[in-house]
């Protein structure tokens, strides 16, 4: 192939047999016509169908139709909406859905087209797909659509703050849904049944403004922040959901604080308090308060300036903000509380030197995480620790805000608004081993910034700004899962590729090795039918096996001129792959691959056939040193072509391929083959044989 330039961007890049298609943004290509996709065959490139009113972004075979996806209304000039179907035979474009109700209310602007279990998964950001509600995913199975709960679909919204009660998550922030249910700033998801939930009922439930903060005491869930009412009640910045209604924190009008909250953290049966208020309960409380469960009370003097972040200690409170002075001592941006009076953290350079938003306790260690550059008299980039005497950095920290900070065993999980961290696919969110003292990187990180991090066994959730996470769309809110990570990935399959004809009956199968593979699962089958665990019906399979190695030769040959379906799982220790796509070839006339022990020949060969002379069947081989196009023709004395055995691409190796002779007089005949080579090399060969009947 030569260069081309196609005047814009190419975004996917798919194999299919002999042929290569293309999706992205461009409209031309070698003054083509194309409109976002086009197909080139190994000699010339050519439309499919209409192409596209906009862009795609990704290709995906499944079942016999190529699938479309990107960001478009109309594909061959019908409506589709995102996603289409079209049948590579005819050119013809199809809609998923029917009537109004096809493709999805927005577009899918990653490769996030995925086939498992007999089903096509797509993500993007739509809230619909073919009329059911499915935020940011939804599958599709041939004939209608399917909602996988999806995420918070929070438009223009914003998650602040996470807690966890057995198997619930509640989740604070400034939100009107959470998956399809109204829930107004603060919701609960359960991990068990993947399920999302308001806190009340009716156009009245949850609260009235931002969520700041969350935390949970037993059985009682406190929820803080900017708002005057909860369940449609007056509650000043701070209320109480018992699990079936909202309470107030002392007696209106004299409840709650009266500014807004931004942290909040338990100690034995006390609930602690942080914010931009002066007063609780009605009585002067600077930034930071104590609610006994029934009375409010003061921490001395309080502190100077707004509270962002509190943790509890083994026997303190830490206290971290914009402040600069804690009971009327210096104590720079962050301090400790004993339960009778304040400390700075370090001397004669105390705390940090500038706002702290995050804080997490390990045993007599405090981490801190915000908006400075020092921590006592060094340098610490964003992120510190503090360990009852002395300051120090975590490594080089990062290159900008923390927001987040969460403790799960020996690790820490750090959220923000950063970058970098001398790690690659480290945005905005980040981990940090305690044991170690190092960092590593939780995937591919995220889009946007971190506001929440909530870690529990492998699962680390996190809420913020976000939209996608690991690449992938996710609304706000997400979960990274240790085990999930180590899953092996869908092997990308290499021969023979889909819609690939003229395969040899005794074909080799290969594959790329899988990350966290042991082994490999291979079935070939007569139909592209599913079961329910995403292999291909019992029935219908003609060749099972489980192997560790990315080749498998077939000792037994297909039927020739015969339409088979081919596909792979891996297995690791941590679980196994979705089947790659169901990928379709068909047989050759009477062409069998041979085993060779020395490999892929080291030059073109053509064989003497076998036995010569013959009577009327006779064996030709040939060796191919590089994928080839080959043709193979048998040839009368006169110079014309009697009988083509061979007229197609073979991948190199050892070839036969049967003579049949019957319909052919007794004689001198020739054969020759020709070959050209992938790599341009050309070879041609003539060979005497003799029919004697």
Not at 270 to 295: M, Q
Not at 303 to 325: D, M
Not at 473 to 492: D, K, Q
Request: aromatic share 12%; net charge negative.
């Amino acid at each position: 192939m030569s260069k081309i330039d196609l005047g814009s961007d190419v975004y996917t890049i798919l194999p299919a047999g002999n042929s290569i298609y293309i999706g992205g943004e461009f409209t031309t290509v070698s003054s083509t016509t194309v409109n976002g996709i086009a197909k080139w065959n190994g000699t010339s490139w050519s439309t499919v169908g209409a192409g596209m009113s906009g862009y795609i972004s990704d290709l995906t075979f499944y079942g016999t139709k190529l699938y479309v996806s990107g960001m478009f209304t109309t594909a061959g000039l019908i409506t589709v909406n995102n996603v289409a179907a079209v049948d590579t035979s005819t050119n013809t474009w199809t809609a998923l859905g029917t009537g109004a109700n096809v493709g999805t209310n927005g577009q899918i602007n990653y490769p996030e087209q995925a086939v498992a279990k007999g089903k096509l998964y797509l993500a993007g950001y739509f809230s619909n797909a073919g009329g059911t509600s499915a935020f940011g995913i939804a599958s599709w199975d041939g004939t209608g659509w399917a909602s996988l709960g999806g995420s918070t679909n929070v438009t223009d919204g914003t998650i602040y703050s996470l807690a966890l009660s057995g198997s619930n998550i509640y989740i604070g922030g400034t939100f009107p849904t959470a998956g399809s249910v109204l829930a107004n700033n603060i919701a609960v998801y359960n991990t068990s049944s993947h399920t999302w939930s308001s806190l009340g009922t009716g156009t009245a439930n949850g609260v009235d403004d931002a969520v700041n903060a969350i935390a949970v005491l037993g059985s009682d869930v406190y929820v803080a922040g900017s708002f005057a009412n909860a369940g449609g009640n007056p509650a000043n910045y701070i209320a109480m959901w018992d699990g079936s209604k909202w309470n107030t924190l002392g007696t209106s009008p004299n409840d709650g604080v009266d500014n807004n909250v931004y942290a909040l953290a338990t100690y034995g049966t006390d609930l602690y308090v942080g914010g931009s208020f002066t007063h609780a309960g009605g009585s002067s409380a600077k930034y930071v308060a104590k609610w006994s469960g029934t009375a409010w009370s003061t921490l001395g003097s309080g502190v100077n300036s707004t509270v962002y972040a509190i943790a509890a200690g083994k026997n303190e409170i830490y206290v971290g903000g914009s402040f600069s002075t804690a009971g009327g001592s210096s104590a720079n941006y962050v301090a400790s509380w004993n339960g009778s009076s304040w400390s700075s953290l370090g001397s004669p350079t105390n705390g940090v030197n500038n706002t702290v938003r995050a804080l997490a306790t390990y045993g007599d260690t405090v981490f801190v995480g915000g908006y400075f550059t020092h921590a006592g008299s060094g340098a610490a980039n964003y992120l510190a620790k503090w360990n009852t005497h002395q300051w120090a950095p975590l490594g080089a920290g990062v290159n900008d805000h923390v927001y987040a900070l969460a403790i799960n065993g020996t690790n820490l999980f750090i959220g923000g608004d950063f970058s970098a961290s001398g790690l690659n696919n480290d945005y905005c969110v980040i981990e940090w081993s305690i044991a170690d003292s190092s960092f590593s990187s939780l995937g591919d990180g995220l889009n946007d910034q971190a506001n929440a991090i909530l870690s529990t066994g492998n699962d680390t959730y996190v809420g913020g700004e976000f939209t996608t996470a690991g690449n992938k769309p996710s609304y706000c809110f997400a979960r990274y899962n240790t085990n999930i990570a180590l899953i092996p990935t869908t092997p990308v399959l290499i021969s023979p590729l889909n819609g690939t004809t003229g395969v040899a009956r005794r074909t080799t199968f290969s594959w790329n090795a899988s990350t966290n593979a042991t082994s490999y699962h291979l079935q070939v089958a007569s139909s592209n039918a599913i079961d329910s665990v995403g292999g291909f019906v019992s029935a219908n399979v003609i060749f099972d096996t489980t192997l560790a190695v990315t080749t498998e030769k077939l000792s037994t040959p297909l039927t020739a001129t015969t339409v088979y379906y081919w596909h792979i799982s891996a297995t690791g220790t941590a679980g196994t792959s979705a089947y790659s796509a169901a990928t379709l070839f068909t047989t050759g006339v009477g062409i069998d691959a041979v085993d060779n022990p020395g490999g892929i020949p080291k030059q073109f060969v053509l064989r003497q056939n076998y036995p010569n002379p013959f009577n009327p069947t006779t064996a030709i081989g040939y060796e191919l040193a590089a994928s080839s196009h080959v043709t193979l023709k048998v040839y009368d004395v006169l110079g014309r072509d009697v009988q083509t055995l061979v007229d197609q691409q073979q991948q190199a190796g050892v070839y036969k391929v049967m003579l049949d002779a019957s319909r052919l007089s007794s004689g001198l005949y020739f054969y020759r083959i020709d070959a050209i080579g992938i790599d341009g090399v050309k070879f041609t060969s003539m060979k005497k044989l003799m029919l004697i009947k």
